[in-house]
């Protein structure tokens, strides 16, 4: 009995956490069920195929977790496909957090990254720090993502990085821009045009991003920046030869799908269900509560 009790009291001298882990909470104390930044870039190393995909709430987080995607994305575009925004710039840094929190309650095994909203980063890195901070202190990110490869932008991924917090750049078509692109438009179509595109990536790879997604590129374009950087590309209407591919949940779902924003779904995004149309399921909802129909006697709370 006593050898027993000095051996139970043995092992509770050391750590039950892994070989490669010095400390850390319930999120990191089994590593080997978390998409890191060394995952990602020992995928990249064997060249497989890393998946990225939005979530903006608890429900999608836990289907993007379950579905065993590589990265979760709170991105800014839930201002358009959960609020209704043409656009993407009226995204505050407080409607960033509120999503950040409830997605990281739902997706435990992928990367969490959460975009820089328009305003919170450009005036000065200083500025790019303190938000980024609170994307990962507030937010419970892993990683923060930015738009932009020129300029301040470099300069505060730089930062950002130097404050010790992962940076995942953005080229090509960037939404926070769209005022000075012209709208939603294909970037790197003129070889000056792709000759910016690499440019911008290159420089946020000095910067220190682990990856940059590449939007609406020119697919030999996307190849050719892929191929100049040492660094995972995330392609998103930038064909097939980037590093990985990311989709925006509510795309790839369909349910936009619906002749009020048929627009709304990019032309480059593949469908992999039809959500939006199932307001023709809602037809009989509305017939039984009309009729009274619904709700049934065992639907019903019953008294005792």
């Known amino acids: 009995m006593w050898v027993a009790a000095a051996q139970h009291c043995k092992q509770r001298e050391y750590s039950n956490l892994p070989d490669a882990t010095v400390y850390g909470g319930p999120k990191h104390q089994n590593p080997a069920k978390r998409v890191t930044l060394r995952h990602l870039a020992s995928k990249y190393a064997k060249k497989e195929p890393i998946s990225m995909l939005t979530a903006y709430d608890y429900p999608s987080a836990v289907h993007v977790d379950q579905a065993g995607i590589d990265i979760c994305l709170v991105g800014d575009s839930v201002g358009m496909v959960v609020h209704g925004h043409d656009t993407t710039l009226p995204v505050t840094m407080d409607d960033m957090l509120l999503h950040c929190q409830a997605v990281a309650r739902g997706a435990r095994r992928p990367l969490l990254v959460g975009d820089l909203p328009f305003g919170s980063y450009e005036q000065s890195s200083a500025q790019a720090v303190e938000n980024a901070t609170r994307l990962l202190k507030e937010g419970k990110m892993d990683a923060v993502k930015l738009e932009g490869g020129y300029g301040s932008r470099v300069g505060a991924a730089k930062a950002i990085v130097e404050a010790g917090i992962a940076v995942m750049g953005h080229v090509g078509l960037t939404p926070q821009a769209i005022s000075a692109l012209g709208g939603f438009r294909p970037q790197g179509q003129t070889s000056s045009g792709a000759m910016t595109v690499l440019e911008n990536a290159l420089a946020l790879q000095e910067s220190g991003c682990f990856a940059i997604v590449l939007e609406c590129l020119p697919s030999p374009v996307a190849a050719a920046v892929t191929s100049a950087l040492s660094i995972p590309t995330i392609g998103i209407g930038a064909g097939p030869k980037c590093s990985g591919q990311v989709l925006v949940y509510h795309d790839i779902l369909g349910m936009m799908q619906h002749p009020h924003y048929a627009k709304v779904t990019p032309k480059f995004c593949k469908r992999y269900a039809h959500i939006g ?22 639907k019903r709370l019953q008294m005792h």
């Open 277 to 298: 149309l199932t307001e023709k399921r809602q037809i009989p909802f509305l017939m039984n509560s009309n009729t009274k129909v619904y709700p049934q006697p065992l």
